[in-house]
T-cell receptor, first 111, second 114 residues
Framework: KAGVTQTPRYLIKTRGQQVTLSCSPI?????VSWYQQTPGQGLQFLFE???????NKGNFPGRFSGRQFSNSRSEMNVSTLELGDSALYLC??????????FGPGTRLTVL | GENVEQHPSTLSVQEGDSAVIKCTYS??????FPWYKQELGKRPQLIID?????GEKKDQRIAVTLNKTAKHFSLHITETQPEDSAVYFC?????????????FGKGTHLIIQP
């Protein structure tokens, strides 16, 4: 079974731009979570989607948004990029409660 | 929200020795406690987890212990090997059963000295 995939793997943007990241979960998994990973703050929860509904959101500004499609694929969007948004963005999918399988991440650099 | 404290931030041990990493949490309703390993440049991967109805779980050289009264759980790695070098993260669920994602500790950089 294919693992979680994320596209693109690397992205360079400038301040003020917006970006969309994509995540394809493991086949059959309906839950997708997004995390931001930085050296200073570690792994921080962004949001979780289940059956196209956002169930929870972490402590991030409204510039961070997401959605999930009927095939469980998910996208996250960051508008008006800031230098501090440079990070590794990880998505994870799960079949039922608990174990989350991570994708390889998208490395976003904001210049 | 849930708070997770992880210690130490860096741990250096001689190859063959044991390593112990500890996490404390604040929400007494937490019922699932995973540990993830992240090698340099790679994704986090689950290495072991424990549920609140047991106090210890082992998988070869890796074990996790849980003390619900004190609200802490620990990762134990015995007979450490070079391939154990990585960053280890503990986590607790944000909602019942992890339905709302995970809150992670800040991570422990484990260094295995030859």
């Amino acid at each position: 079974k294919a693992g979680v995939t994320q596209t693109p793997r690397y992205l360079i943007k400038t301040r003020g731009q917006q970006v969309t990241l994509s995540c394809s979960p493991i086949s059959g998994h309906r839950s997708v979570s997004w995390y931001q990973q930085t050296p200073g703050q570690g792994l921080q929860f962004l949001f979780e989607y289940f059956s196209e509904t956002q169930r929870n959101k972490g402590n991030f500004p409204g510039r961070f948004s997401g959605r999930q499609f009927s095939n469980s694929r998910s996208e996250m969007n960051v508008s008006t990029l800031e230098l501090g948004d440079s990070a590794l963005y990880l998505c994870a999918s799960r079949l039922d409660y608990n174990e989350q399988f991570f994708g390889p991440g998208t490395r976003l650099t904001v210049l | 929200g849930e708070n997770v404290e992880q210690h130490p931030s860096t741990l250096s041990v001689q190859e063959g020795d044991s390593a112990v990493i500890k996490c404390t949490y604040s929400d007494s309703a937490s019922n699932y406690f995973p540990w993830y390993k992240q090698e340099l440049g790679k994704r986090p991967q689950l290495i072991i987890d424990i549920r609140s109805n047991v106090g210890e779980k082992k998988d070869q050289r890796i074990a996790v212990t849980l003390n619900k009264t004190a609200k802490h759980f620990s990762l134990h790695i015995t007979e450490t090997q070079p391939e154990d070098s990585a960053v280890y993260f503990c986590a607790v669920p944000r909602g019942w059963g992890g339905a709302d994602g995970l809150t992670f500790g800040k991570g422990t950089h484990l260094i295995i000295q030859p």
